[in-house]
């Protein structure tokens, strides 16, 4: 799914199973990497902090990647492959704590996505190597950070006084860590063999035009350390599989489907027998949906899933409390006055944090123990009971807010700043699943509406949160039903996508079901693709706004599909 970055956040579908048991082995601390990295970090930043233009802070971090990636398609292998790749990112801060390089220059996009210099290191902890690419990465990045220094000062003499005159970067109190490195064993040909099975499922149906079944596993074990002292050392696994499917409606319509699922060990992940009939399931629903008539635009009441929910909160909620949205003069600001008033229903909470693991026995992928910052991760409770208290904050304090909560984040490359982690949705007024499909149809009745719909599945969103702009969502379900208000059975719809505004959106929450789903997903936004998830009950909402889908004017294929071949 593209993504524009002015506009700012995506929620991506990624794929998530296993391909074997994780394995976590020999603690970080008998690495020498911290070692070297510390080393060479001392040495330049003595150097460099003697400057006429000193640099006050500095960080490196390493990244060692393993990953294993296998794709099958109608029962054949497409690609199977292993990659092993080691690099660092250097970060150099010149000017001071208050005022630094980093700061945004107003007015110009391009300062929108900051990166960080990037190397490749060895793969060996050779010592010498690891320096002198770091080595020469510092001083490229210290020549830039001066570069940029000067172009801060001169924007901030130019332009009118910050709305925000805050520090550029926050005071914390160094961090040691050293957790268990992370690997995985894997036997690649009997998953090529499991997949390519699973895969084969969908030739049962010649119009399902593409589909695949995809398996990655990662290792990531990342090594940090600042000029102020910290050193920390992490490793994940990650386990996914991702099933998807396609197929086209007569009038064009493309119609997708997916499947994910996301486990930190062989524990969390349905086995293959399952992965073949939820297979069969898709092919089902995709032959349904292709017969499925078109919905109308529509205003009315409607029931958003577990899982829509989250992506829900996360587009329309989420990305408006990210502390450097705040900062940003070019943001609308949803929320940055509301600090200490109502902004949800009072039965209402959010919580963020990564230091859960699991929520409704799902492993959760935004789950972290240090941010890119090396500030632990910490539980958030943003809205207590329908009234907003804090937001997510990374280095880069807020007037009332000086310190992180563990939210610095970004993609390997990017600058980090403030992003979403494990999201929460917490209700004290919940109902059984009966119950809310109740009080959905008597809300349609008593606005005088035939039906309401129920959101099944999603695949993802977006939304907008700059001036000058519709500060719009836009969340695209891909299974939804009409819940008629006379006892008819629910009938699948097709070609909707939710839109609104995200003010308005909050005020129609009226009742939450009692059991909670999760969505597991990759954001993308001003520092790249972070993992998140998102976990909600069922939501009630008396009014919901549905757009129709952007449709292709392509038509389905002329041709017959080839059949298989006889076996003599």
Not at 478 to 497: M, S
Not at 521 to 543: I, K, M
């Amino acid at each position: 799914m593209k993504m524009k970055r002015s506009s700012v956040p995506i929620l991506l579908t990624i794929c998530v199973i296993q391909a074997g048991s994780s394995r976590l082995a020999q603690t970080a601390a008998g690495t020498p990497i911290l070692g070297i990295l510390q080393t060479e970090l001392q040495r330049n930043m003595r150097v460099l902090g003697q400057q006429s233009v000193p640099a006050y802070f500095g960080a490196y971090t390493v990244y060692d990647q393993r990953s294993t990636q296998i794709l099958a398609s109608f029962g054949a292998i497409e690609r199977s492959e292993e990659t092993r790749q080691r690099f660092a990112t250097v970060e150099v801060r010149v000017g001071d704590y208050s005022l630094d390089n980093t700061h945004p220059i107003r007015g110009d996009a391009r300062a929108m996505s900051p990166r960080l210099a990037q190397v490749s290191l060895p793969l060996a902890d050779d010592d010498k190597p690891i320096r002198l690419a770091l080595w020469r990465a510092t001083d490229r990045t210290y020549k830039a950070a001066t570069e940029a220094f000067t172009r801060v000062k001169t924007n901030i003499a130019a332009k009118v006084k910050d709305e925000d005159p805050s520090a550029d970067f926050s005071r914390e109190e160094p961090q040691t860590y050293s957790g268990p490195s992370a690997s995985y064993s894997l036997d690649q040909k009997a998953w090529e063999a499991r997949l390519r099975r699973v895969s084969s499922v969908f030739l049962d149906d010649p119009l399902v035009l593409n589909s695949n079944v995809s398996l990655t596993v990662e290792s990531d074990n990342r090594f940090y350390t600042n000029s102020e002292g910290s050193q920390i050392s992490q490793g994940e696994v990650g386990f996914r599989i991702f099933i998807q499917g396609a197929t086209k409606a007569p009038d064009g319509m493309e119609l997708p489907l997916y499947s994910s699922y996301f486990a930190t060990s062989s524990d969390g992940l349905p086995d293959e027998k399952q992965l073949i009939a939820d297979a069969r399931n898709m092919v089902g629903l995709l032959a349904r949906l292709r017969a499925a008539p078109l919905v109308d635009p529509y205003s009315g009441p409607a029931i958003l899933s577990g899982r829509a929910a989250g992506v829900f909160f996360h587009e329309i909620f989420g990305h408006r409390v990210e502390g450097n949205r705040q900062r940003n003069v070019e943001d609308a600001q949803t929320f940055s006055g509301k600090v200490g008033q109502p902004i949800l229903p009072p039965f209402l909470s959010v919580v963020f944090d990564p230091t859960m693991k699991k929520a409704a026995n799902i492993d959760l992928m935004g789950h972290y123990m240090y941010d890119d910052q090396g500030v632990k991760g910490q539980r958030t409770t943003v809205v207590d009971k329908g009234v907003l208290k804090t937001f997510l904050l990374d280095r880069a304090p807020l007037k009332t807010f000086a310190r992180s909560n563990g939210h610095g984040r970004a993609e390997p490359g990017y600058v980090p700043v403030s992003r979403q982690s494990n999201l929460l949705v917490e209700s004290s007024k919940s109902v059984s699943s009966e119950e809310l499909m109740k009080q959905l149809r008597e809300e349609a009745r008593k606005q005088g509406k035939a039906f309401g719909l129920f959101f099944d599945n999603i695949e993802g969103g977006f939304t907008n949160t700059a001036r000058g702009s519709a500060n719009a969502f836009n969340v695209l379900p891909n299974v939804v039903y009409r819940i008629y208000t006379d006892g008819r059975p629910p009938e699948l719809v097709r070609g909707v996508d939710l839109i609104g505004t995200p003010l308005a959106a909050f005020a129609k929450i009226v009742a939450t079901g009692d059991k909670t789903d999760v969505f597991n997903g990759v954001c993308g936004a001003e520092s790249g693709g972070v993992p998140v998830s998102a976990s909600s009950p069922a939501l009630l909402v008396s009014e919901v706004e549905v757009q129709k889908k952007a449709q292709s004017q392509e038509t389905g294929p002329i041709l017959p599909a080839p059949r298989p071949a006889k076996k003599s």
